[in-house]
């Protein structure tokens, strides 16, 4: 006859690190829903007042401004071909950074920031097509001619911002971060006195609010330009690229 099992011979096992096989499955079946979907409500939700945050491509543009939004309290997830690579930087940063594949950080974020070689532009949109529509993008990137080839020609054709709207179907994009490098923009987040000012310009206006509270959150003051056709001002070539000022003095620069 087996013996009857005790309430102590239980909390004996449990301590001695045994699982009864009487409860182990049903235990363990009801921990893992438990951790499922506290993980899942840790992805679909973001503290009040914050937005959650997709970087794609997460070099020194995307780590630098990521990093800078982890700081002021948004989950950001930081993306690349190759997410194993941005571990490190997820860990640095702390719990409300994390890593995944494009197609997760799509899937993740209220907003996007862009910040790849201009050159991966068109096959990014291409493979997630779907994915942008309806997505505000702050479109941090560049297009340089040694490096891009074809697509930057096209650029100087037609316009940063219209280029980028044309591979980014649906998507609200707003350019914004492209005006100066990493470095900078590390340096003078949160700089005592007046804000550093960073040129934005779009088309969508909600998407230029949101747009202009990341910028701030990141330590700097948001001066739209104008829309997008606006954008190459601020691009490399432009009369606006590198103006390194507070609002007041970017805003005298443009109207000369």
């Known amino acids: 006859m087996t013996p009857t099992r005790t309430s102590a011979s239980y909390a004996h096992d449990a301590q001695d690190g045994r699982m ?6 049903r235990t363990v079946l009801l921990a893992g829903v438990a951790l499922a979907a506290a993980a899942g409500l840790t992805r679909a939700q973001a ?8 970087v794609i491509g997460s070099g020194r543009i995307g780590g630098t401004i990521g990093g800078l939004w982890v700081k002021a309290g948004h989950p950001v997830m930081f993306s690349s071909r190759h997410p194993e690579e941005l571990k490190s930087l997820a860990e640095r ?20 920031l862009l910040a790849v070689p201009y050159s991966a532009v068109p096959a990014i949109g291409e493979q997630n097509a779907a994915a942008w529509r309806g997505k505000t993008v702050l479109d941090a990137t560049n297009a340089i ?5 074809a697509v930057a020609e096209e650029v100087q054709r037609n316009g940063i911002g219209a280029t980028t709207s044309k591979y980014l179907r649906g998507a609200k994009i707003v350019r914004a971060f492209n005006f100066t490098g990493a470095t ?18 779009g088309d969508d206006a909600k ?3 949101q747009a ?30 590198r103006q390194m000022g507070t609002a007041e003095e970017f805003r005298r620069a443009m109207a000369q």
Do not use: C, M, Y
């Open 20 to 25: 009864p096989r009487r409860v182990s499955r």
């Open 47 to 54: 503290p009040a007042g914050k937005l959650r945050i997709g």
């Open 93 to 112: 940063l702390g719990p409300l950074a994390q890593t995944g594949t494009v197609a997760q950080a799509l899937s993740f974020a209220d907003v996007l």
């Open 145 to 149: 001619a040694a490096r891009d080839g």
């Open 184 to 201: 900078e923009f590390a340096r003078e987040s949160h700089r005592s006195g007046a804000p550093l000012a960073v040129p934005i310009a």
């Open 207 to 209: 998407a230029l609010e």
């Open 212 to 241: 202009s509270q990341l910028v701030r959150e990141a330590g700097f003051e948001p001066v739209v330009v104008g829309g997008l056709s606006t954008a190459d001002r601020f691009a490399p070539g432009g009369k606006l690229f």
